[in-house]
């Protein structure tokens, strides 16, 4: 007989558990009404058309997040941003190099706000757990692959994306954007004298 807790029913690593069924398809953003976020005037808004080289956007994010003054680990949150703009491009875009990103930034006295917005319009439903997952403080990588066996995986992509971006930030939130797509948003406290 095998031994069984109300864990097992309601944990979200196990692909068969009863909280796991409950997510299958992809969520189409549009058909889900919710609030919708729009970055206000307070913020810098860029847009990235993805080209040739992608390394060059990278360099643009990263040094955008190191010109903010007293940003501890400044580099590491600069990661974190540039793995939220790949999410953005190989999953919301499905690489589609003709939707532009939006990157919206702004800074406070006590905190450096980036916010990645994609314009895809829908999600894999197995992300909705892994984000939760991922909310309650993973400690090491964990594979989105590895968590969603049944998703093809990216041959460029280790599916930890989405820790990382968890791992550098002190907040992250994940909302409908306004082209129906999905936004990702990343704080990081700066430091206070």
Known sequence: MVKTSIEDIFSLTQPGTLARRVFKGDVQLQHFQTRVFVPDQNYTIEQFL???????????????????????????????????????????????????????YKETLTQFEVVV????????????????????????????????PNIKQHP??????????????????????QYNGLGVQLIKYKVRE
């Open 156 to 177: 460029e992509n280790g599916g930890i994306g989405t820790y990382l971006i968890h791992s550098v930030s002190d907040e992250v939130h994940y909302f409908k954007n």
């Open 117 to 148: 917005n994609d314009r895809g319009g829908q999600l894999h439903a197995d992300f909705i757990p892994f984000v939760l997952m991922h909310r309650q403080e993973v400690d090491k990588p964990f594979s989105f692959y590895t968590f969603a």
């Open 50 to 104: 993805i080209g040739v080289d992608e390394q060059h956007h990278y360099q643009q994010l990263r040094k955008i997040c190191e010109n903010v003054r007293d940003l501890p680990r400044s580099k590491e949150f600069g990661t974190g941003v540039i793995e939220a703009f790949k999410n953005a491009y190989q999953h919301g875009h499905k690489k589609n190099r003709k939707k532009k990103i939006e990157v919206a």
